[in-house]
């Protein structure tokens, strides 16, 4: 069994927390066992509640995701009001009779 370095363990993990990567998707990619990267998310978030700084870096990482859900979200909706507003103008635009 290879031992992995633990810079590639808090990689696997920041992916997970940070960026909301699934751990099938982490799995898959590095070839670590799914019980395993639960395992260092978890202990990852054990350390956090007894250092200061790793929570404090724990809660940003967690509001980065957050935000960059948000984002997606605001950016689907405000691409659906767009294509609402050229369709309604459109419309609107060929109800005008120009004779």
Same mark, same amino acid.
């Given at each position: 069994m290879t031992r992995?370095?633990?810079e590639t363990r808090r990689k696997v993990v920041c992916a997970h927390i940070q960026d909301g990567r699934t751990i099938a998707s982490l799995v898959a990619e590095c070839g670590i066992s799914r019980s395993t990267v639960f395992n260092w998310v978890r202990l990852y978030r054990e350390e956090c509640q007894n250092n200061d700084?790793? %929570?404090s870096q724990l809660e940003m990482m967690e509001e980065l995701r957050r935000l960059r859900r948000e984002k997606a979200e605001l950016e689907k909706?405000?691409?659906f009001l767009? %294509?609402?507003w050229h369709s309604s103008r459109r419309e609107s635009i060929?109800?005008?009779?120009?004779?």
């Open positions: 992995i370095s633990d700084e790793e %929570k909706e405000n691409s767009k %294509k609402q060929s109800g005008i009779s120009f004779t």
